[in-house]
């Protein structure tokens, strides 16, 4: 069974810094592109970030970019989101989710809309 549990979210103040970490489990996370998706309140879930199965390939939305830095250890089979300069439009619930299938481009999976296997999430506030 697939299993994302994600944390380290938390109140944080504008300029500041945050580093997400999510624990993937059932399945082998080195086979799948993954990555960071966020749902801030009154609005649908974005992709933030993603990252290749083997390649390092990564995509951000435009955002996070300069800010964002996704990378994954596929032995204790997590994934992180380092976030820098932290601003309240990154105030949201942070996920992370898996490709549906091996060989997908983190493009592709930051923009797919039908990902269904999600964890609990964490919150990130940006508030002074």
């Known amino acids: 069974q697939v299993q994302f549990v994600e944390s380290g979210g938390g109140l944080v103040q504008p300029g500041g810094s945050l580093r997400l970490s999510c624990a993937a489990s059932?399945?082998?996370?080195?086979?799948?592109?993954i990555g960071w998706f966020r749902q801030a309140p009154g609005k649908e879930r974005e992709g933030v970030s993603c990252?290749?199965?083997?390649?390092?390939?990564?995509y951000y939305a435009d955002s996070v970019k300069g800010r964002f830095t996704i990378s994954r250890d596929n032995a204790k089979n997590t994934v992180y989101l380092q976030m820098n300069s932290l601003n309240p439009e990154d105030t949201a619930v942070y996920y992370c989710?898996?490709?549906?299938?091996?060989?997908?481009?983190?493009?592709?999976?930051?923009?797919?809309?039908?990902?269904?296997?999600w964890g609990q999430g964490t919150l990130v506030t940006v508030s002074s």
């Open positions: 989710a898996k490709a549906p299938g091996s060989g997908w481009y983190p493009s592709s999976l930051c923009t797919y809309r039908y990902l269904e296997v």
């Open positions: 059932g399945f082998t996370l080195d086979r799948y592109a």
């Open positions: 990252i290749s199965s083997s390649d390092g390939d990564t």
